[in-house]
């Protein structure tokens, strides 16, 4: 499909605003998304969401007159809106399908189309497959769409359907989570929205159920701060300044669309997503009696598999991508499922990432237990008899580089820089499970020049140790 302008990675199609995403691919992705949902449904009606990103409304709009076009009835969100709000909306209303113009966590230049299907989940590869090559078709015998005069500020502008999804997604959220054990603890919560879509929502549904709450970059912000809406380490540094100086018990952070989450202890100390998902999953299990299995990507936390032995429970393991959990949520085999990029959902919630739900889960979680969340990792670790220190790592290589480290992985080796291999397993890339219980996983990029590389050992050095021999084990011609 090279001749396509629009290419679906593991959530959507994402690309650089004017360069590859302009009016008219958005124009051309439209319209292929409008053609494939006809074909499933006779008079289907889709949703169009957007987030906070330079020029989304218009982006959206533009969606909304080529669906009408197309004879499609949409449903426009009033605002910015974040992606699991969508997720349950499509649920709720049993919609066709909605198309969610985000780049998640990005950097600010980027743009984004999120297409999810009737399931409410992020859309299968058979669907966005179907997707692209109907783009591919349409630019073979046309070329880029010319602009139209609804893609400019003249001309008549259909309007849709206004929506605005807060007041039942937050709903929602009250069934899932329990706010008098919040309430009661009176511990005060700092709110970073990154300057994305959780302003409003998780701030205002902390604040409305009685808990204490400051709340920082809630505003509009094209640039991002400069860094971009993406909870990670350096991002937050700004939540964590806060949450020591105001001594609050923890920072909660939502990344561009709030499907991602962010933890800051109260010591300031950032909380990685692996530790929050195990922990999350054996609060619910106890609190929830939810005697059920986890799922998480081949290339998350091992901890999960160890804390679900602990309650006599089993782990799925899937790709990458949260689309497979998602499939694992809807059939209800699943009390959480996770992944290290910071995703999770719960039973019976939408079948996509939620990081508003994982962030009152984790303040929840905090109330209950009194204690820290560096309290309850060492909790955890004495229970489960060892420590797990996950570690990620993308490596930058030349074509050479990547060429020999595929054809080094693809070889079933039975040791790997001098330690003895006990299983490898190819779910995705490939992961070197070692005799001491560490690993390593192995996978290429879908987008990027870049081969990920994610290891787990039970200790910081250990974990720093094994980090530095899988890398020079890959360079090794």
Not at 95 to 108: M, R, Y
Not at 323 to 335: P, W
Not at 364 to 379: C, L
């Amino acid at each position: 499909m090279s001749n396509s302008p629009i290419k679906f990675g593991t959530s959507g199609w994402r690309g650089l605003i004017a360069d590859d995403f302009t009016f008219a691919n958005v124009r051309l992705a439209v319209t292929a998304i409008a053609e494939h949902v006809k074909a499933k449904a006779k008079a289907p009606t889709i949703l169009v969401g957007y987030d906070t990103r330079f020029y989304s409304e218009e982006f959206s709009q533009l969606a909304v007159d080529v669906l009408q076009q197309h004879q499609i009835r949409t449903l426009l969100c009033e605002t910015f809106t974040p992606t699991p709000a969508i997720a349950f909306e499509i649920m709720r209303r049993k919609l066709d399908a909605a198309i969610n113009f985000t780049a998640s966590h990005n950097p600010a230049q980027y743009h984004g189309l999120k297409f999810s299907s009737a399931d409410a989940g992020p859309a299968l590869p058979e669907v966005t497959k179907d997707i692209e090559a109907r783009v591919a078709k349409m630019f073979a015998k046309d070329g880029p769409f010319p602009m139209s005069p609804a893609a400019t500020s003249h001309g008549k502008r259909s309007v849709g359907e206004k929506v605005n999804l807060r007041e039942n997604y937050l709903k929602r959220l009250e069934e899932l989570v329990q706010f008098e054990t919040l309430r009661k603890a009176k511990q005060s919560l700092v709110v970073d929205a990154l300057h994305g879509c959780g302003a409003g929502y998780l701030d205002r549904t902390l604040t409305d159920h009685g808990v204490t709450v400051q709340s920082m970059r809630t505003e509009r912000d094209c640039l991002f701060d400069g860094t971009g809406p993406d909870v990670s380490e350096e991002n937050l540094a700004p939540l964590r300044k806060t949450v020591v100086d105001s001594k609050a018990a923890a920072g909660l952070a939502t990344d561009g669309d709030a499907d991602r989450f962010g933890i800051v202890d109260r010591d300031g100390t950032w909380i990685q997503p692996n530790l929050i998902l195990a922990l999350v999953y054996d609060y619910l299990v106890e609190t929830r009696k939810w005697k059920m299995p986890a799922a998480r990507s081949v290339a998350t936390t091992q901890m999960i598999d160890a804390v679900a032995k602990l309650h006599g429970q089993t782990v799925h393991q899937t790709p990458v991508g949260f689309k497979y959990i998602g499939q694992l949520i809807r059939e209800d085999k699943i009390a959480l499922g996770g992944e290290e990029s910071a995703g999770l959902t719960i039973r019976g919630h939408i079948p996509e990432k939620d990081g508003i739900l994982a962030c009152l889960l984790v303040a929840e979680m905090i109330a209950a237990r009194g204690a820290s969340i560096g309290e309850q990792v060492r909790a955890m670790y004495k229970k489960l008899g060892r420590e797990y220190w996950p570690v990620r790592e993308n490596l930058h290589l030349s074509d050479e580089q990547k060429a020999n480290a595929v054809e080094r992985v693809a070889v079933d080796s039975s040791t790997l820089a001098g330690r003895k291999v006990i299983s490898i397993d190819r779910t995705d890339g490939a992961k070197f499970v070692l005799d001491d219980g560490s690993w390593m996983l192995l996978r290429l990029s879908g987008t990027e020049p870049l081969l990920r590389l994610y290891v787990e050992a039970e200790s910081a050095a250990a974990s720093a140790k094994l980090t530095r021999e899988a890398s020079q084990w890959v360079l090794q011609n």
